[in-house]
């Protein structure tokens, strides 16, 4: 009874800690981000871009683009996917996108360069385009049908939108500078400007009795709860039982439980942004340029609802992204849950074992670790940093650092419920492929094996992919052509 009662509060310890520390600045606008897309933009727009029909040469270098420059972590991806994938985007470059956006985040990519080396990170970089994209072609050859069936679907869904007003696309871009100003460590945002103490007693008990309840190692990547993500906890479910209210029902209406439910994320999301630090006596509000991004985006989505949006767009915008929150979020509990189960019962030290040569069964493990050890976005760069420290070799470590944003259980359990359950785990085992492969390529450069040979091997697979894709397009072409 021992064990399975630390498994469990191991898990909800995991849980608690990832709602207070992630969903709000990060999913939140991202959740929002995916329903404006659905609802605002036209299918047109994304086809032009993504679709299934559009040429390669252009479909996939978008949809890693849009990636490497949104730079977000796996947990906002999801949404972000689900939404274009929604709109008519081909499977193929969703996919690449699903792939890259997490997979090169700017930031750590930078930040794996300077603690692990240069040499890594571009390892990282390189491979994990190379890979994104042979991954989305592949899904696309095999699923090719299913996908014009998709395709088909989108046309009579969002049938009649033929453009986008300018308003609609501000706001997008509005909601897109929230997403950046809450999850991007630039200085100018982490910048502390003022501070403001306030004189209410028993916060740093209250923070004791949290830290107590809920026990944490950072040297695992954990991260515990504070009071102020105790505080935004419970104005998360706030925000969905109003939501539940105010947004469940939108289609007969706007009520005032869909107003209250949009000022009190806009509250909420306003409170995730500061600064607020327990001390003796009171509480220390930092004004960071974190809060002051924050709450300029905030006033100007909330007077552009009032005064820039339809109804139609504000009530569509809002149901598609109350449906987003109803089918990902119940999986992303559940994943999370789980995750903080597994961790418990895997140990760092059987890393040195079992990953400390560049072998096939050392890179896979390095890519199992990554789906049961999930880690935040950056926070994956130091526990590497420990894994090398305990023996894991630079190659099944490349192979953890690709793989760690990819295949979360709670990514997996989400993509399944967006694209079916088959696509879902042949997409899982590909990923788990190409990221063992990477990092057996990254760990024979580092044993010794010559640049120029890996990178003819690199370049072989990307004519064999090329080839594989003309074969199977001309294929397809005659079999159209035929019937």
């Known amino acids: 009874m021992e064990i399975i009662s630390n498994l469990f509060v191991a898990g909800v310890g995991n849980l608690v800690a990832y709602l207070a520390a992630h969903v709000l600045l990060c999913l939140l606008p991202a959740f929002v981000i995916a329903g404006a897309m659905t609802a605002l933009i036209p299918k047109e727009t994304v086809t032009r871009f993504l679709g299934r029909s559009t040429q390669k ?78 991954i989305g072609i592949l899904m696309a050859l095999m699923f090719h049908r299913e996908d014009a069936s998709h395709d088909a679907a989108t046309d009579v869904m969002f049938a009649g939108q033929a453009s986008m007003r300018r308003a609609a696309l501000v706001f997008l871009l509005v909601l897109t500078a929230l997403l950046i100003a809450g999850t991007f460590q630039l200085d100018v945002l982490t910048r502390t400007y003022a501070e403001i103490s306030l004189p209410i007693q028993g916060a740093d008990t209250f923070q004791g009795w949290l830290t107590e309840l809920v026990p944490f190692d950072p040297a695992k990547g954990e991260e ?28 007969e209406g706007f009520t005032a439980w869909t107003w209250i439910a949009a000022g ?52 569509d915008t809002l149901w598609e992204t109350w449906k987003f929150v109803k089918q990902i979020f119940p999986l992303l509990v559940v994943g999370v849950f789980a995750v903080g189960v597994i961790r418990e019962l895997i140990q760092p030290e059987w890393i040195q074992r079992l990953a400390g040569q560049n072998t096939l069964l050392g890179n896979f493990v390095g890519v199992v670790f990554g789906i049961f050890m999930y880690f935040p976005t950056l926070v994956e760069v130091p526990i590497a940093q420990m894994f090398l420290s305990l023996g894991m070799h630079r190659g099944p470590l490349l192979a953890y650092l690709i793989s760690d944003p990819e295949l979360s259980l709670q990514s997996i359990l989400i993509t399944a419920s967006l694209i079916g359950r088959f696509k879902a ?54 079999f159209v052509a035929s019937h």
């Not at 470059?93 to 571009?122: E, Q, R, W």
């Not at 993500?229 to 209210?245: D, E, P, R, S, T």
């Open 224 to 251: 515990g709860v504070t009071a102020q993500g105790a505080l935004l906890i419970g104005l998360l479910a706030l925000i969905g039982l109003v939501a539940w209210h105010g947004i469940e029902n939108i289609h």
């Open 57 to 134: 040469w252009i479909s996939y270098p978008a949809a890693a683009a849009a990636g490497f420059l949104l730079a977000v972590c796996s947990c906002t991806v999801i949404p972000l996917f689900a939404g274009i994938y929604k709109k008519g985007a081909g499977l193929g470059p969703a996919i690449t996108f699903l792939f890259i956006a997490p997979a090169i985040n700017i930031l750590a990519l930078v930040y794996t360069g300077k603690m692990i080396g240069m040499d890594l990170a571009i390892a990282r970089a390189v491979l994990t385009l190379t890979f994104g994209v042979g």
């Open 425 to 478: 785990w042949v997409y899982v085992g590909w990923v788990a492929l190409f990221s063992t492969l990477a990092g057996l390529l990254y760990g024979a450069w580092v044993d010794g094996a010559s640049l120029g040979l890996l990178a003819l091997a690199l370049i072989s697979f990307i004519a064999l992919l090329s080839a594989v894709s003309w074969w199977f397009d001309h294929r397809n072409t005659q």
């Open 264 to 315: 009190l994320t806009g509250v909420t999301l306003l409170i995730a942004a500061l600064g607020i630090i327990p001390v003796a006596g009171g509480v220390t509000l930092a004004i960071t340029g974190k809060f002051i991004s924050v709450l300029l985006t905030v006033v100007t989505l909330g007077w552009m609802l009032v005064t820039q949006l339809t109804e139609d767009e504000i009530r």
